[in-house]
């Protein structure tokens, strides 16, 4: 018992498991049509969305950084795509999409190794900057998706001719989970990961011992934002449409996931694969919420309490001396 | 030229903005010697050795090693050289196992899906990190163990195996004994003499005169940033050694 207990001490994720589990027996009992194969799967869907972001943000919080502008990254990205899909084959525009995107992780991540700001400002000044640069070149209107359904068939649409109850579940399904086990695998099987634990844990020392930290959590930063920016898309095909406010409030959803899922703050420890439960739960929270026939209101403060706990319970577990 | 030099710094100088840190500094290290570098705060002692491991750029001056020219631009460089430094507060990562620790930078890798991807060879950190240990006397039974489990000796072992396992030529120890006890102390100490009889030139850094006294076959005593003394240790003594540390100021 007591070994069983250090293995579960030791795995960043077990309290993201912990919460999924019992917000998933709390609503499939009390709430009507929650325990349903399509509010499930639509469920997963908004998770995807989510987790895909996550998985980055995971990547840069674990080398000691933050992210405030993947909520503005994703409108872009989403925005920007359906500006150049009926101009191009859309899979060229996803391209062009993510080139920016990592333009602006290179110089979020310049910005802050260079000049020794911190990340939270830099990319608190380029979430501003995005946004406003959205609202300029939308005027501040619906911007709707035309042109080929290559990207729309390969990252977001029902998968409709699949047989029975496959038929419910999309792409994007697909991509986040491989995605999420990719990463998972880079960080704990490759040196790249070993490198980015390193830089987080003990930046000073990881310079000492031949690391190009600055590098890693720029190439972070630039992870980071070629994720916004591919959800971003995932959505805006998923709806055919986008407005200038979509992402609004969804770097700190993120951070929640990435909290809850067992990332700290402070960089160092953390694991991608709790993000699968994290971003489910948090999706779920508001899903459930709205079928148990709760106002809706509650949700952002149960989210914020859900956080709250997790990030106790983390740090209860950890069996460390305070590094502050 | 002097065939058993490993290194030999030449008119090095570093300031950091308006403060000179280095003037004119030269310094030698010989294949199996101990060198310790003494000198009151403030004297150059940590800029020189970082320097030799390449965590500072310097602003003049040469750098030869085993009698070649090399310039040291990054730490990287410096640990591919074979220049590896056991620091004062260790640089290990807490939050890390045993065997990530001591190849950090530097892990083994494996090819796996016909080379699509390299992955962490995990066995062979493992087996190489017990050969590694071994070496330090202390004995660490489970590489997966998290640094910030282990003792203070135990960590220092672990940051001493780091350095002198990957084939080290010079092996800088900057005040590696500081925050030890005494039987700790004596086992560093016996190290770098282990070092020494395998050829490895070690620099040591250490405010305690008796320390180096111990191991230390030549003494270079820097003041505000110059050379003033460079003393064999068999023809000194720790008087002499502090009255130099101390300079003209005082006497």
């Known amino acids: 018992m007591n070994n069983f207990l250090l293995r579960i001490r030791n795995r960043p994720e077990a309290g993201s498991f912990l919460g999924f589990v019992v917000f998933f027996i709390i609503f499939s009992i009390f709430g009507d049509q929650f325990f349903t194969l399509g509010n499930q799967t639509s469920l997963f869907t908004l998770t995807a969305e989510l987790g895909i972001i996550c998985i980055g943000v995971g990547f840069l919080m674990i080398s000691g950084e933050f992210d405030l502008s993947v909520g503005s990254v994703y409108a872009l990205g989403g925005i920007v795509f359906m500006m150049l899909a009926p101009h191009m084959h859309s899979l060229f525009a996803l391209a062009i999409v993510l080139l920016i995107a990592a333009s602006i992780g290179w110089f979020n991540g310049y910005v802050t190794t260079k000049h020794l700001i911190p990340s939270f400002l830099v990319t608190l000044s380029m979430m501003l900057i995005i946004r406003g640069l959205i609202y300029m070149i939308t005027s501040g209107r619906i911007t709707s998706h035309k042109g080929d359904l290559f990207v729309l068939t390969f990252f977001s649409a029902k998968m409709s001719n699949l047989p029975g109850f496959l038929s419910d579940f999309r792409p994007s399904h697909l991509w986040f989970v491989g995605l999420l086990i990719l990463f998972h695998y880079i960080l704990f099987n490759t040196r790249y990961g070993n490198h980015v634990f390193a830089t987080g844990v003990n930046k000073p020392a990881a310079v000492r011992m031949g690391l190009n930290t600055d590098w890693i959590k720029t190439k972070n930063f630039m992870i980071c934002s070629c994720f916004a920016a591919l959800s971003g898309v995932i959505a805006v095909s998923r709806f055919r449409m986008g407005s200038p406010n979509i992402g609004l409030g969804m770097e700190l959803e993120v951070i929640a996931a990435a909290v809850i899922g067992g990332i700290s703050l402070y960089g160092g420890t953390g694991a991608i694969i709790g993000i699968l439960f994290s971003a489910f739960l948090i999706c779920m929270i508001r899903n459930g919420l709205l079928l148990m026939g709760a106002p809706p209101y509650w949700y952002s403060a149960f989210v914020g309490v859900i956080v709250l706990i997790s990030t106790i319970v983390n740090i209860k577990l950890q069996p460390r001396k305070s590094k502050f | ?251």
């Open chain 2, 1 to 251: 030229m002097n065939l058993n030099s490993l290194v030999s710094m030449q008119n090095i100088s570093k300031s950091f903005g308006s403060i000179e840190a280095l003037k004119n500094a030269d310094f030698n290290l010989n294949r199996g010697e101990i060198v310790g570098l003494a000198g009151d705060n403030g004297a150059g002692k940590s800029t020189l050795v970082k320097i030799l491991a390449g965590v500072f750029p310097y602003d003049s001056g040469e750098i030869f090693l085993e009698g070649s020219k090399v310039k040291l631009n990054s730490p990287k460089e410096a640990i591919e050289l074979g220049i590896e430094s056991i620091y004062q507060d260790l640089a290990l990562f807490e939050d890390m196992d045993l065997s990530r620790n001591i190849f950090i930078g530097r892990e083994p890798v494996k090819n796996k899906l016909g080379g699509l991807i390299k992955s962490l060879d995990k066995e062979k950190m493992k087996e190489e990190t017990l050969n590694a240990l071994k070496m330090t006397k202390i004995n660490i039974k489970d590489t997966s163990a998290l640094v910030h489990t282990l003792s203070g000796g135990q960590r220092q072992s672990v940051a001493v195996a780091r350095a002198v396992y990957f084939r080290a030529k010079v092996v800088i120890m900057d005040e590696p004994t500081a925050a030890l006890s005494v039987k700790e102390v004596q086992k560093i100490l016996d190290l770098a003499l282990e070092l020494k009889a395998e050829g490895i030139g070690v620099i040591i850094i250490t405010h305690n005169l008796h320390h180096m006294f111990s191991v230390a076959d030549r003494i270079t005593v820097l003041q505000n940033g110059s050379p003033v003394g460079d003393k064999k240790v068999a023809d000194t003594n720790i008087r002499e050694i502090e009255k130099l540390i101390i300079g003209n100021d005082f006497s």
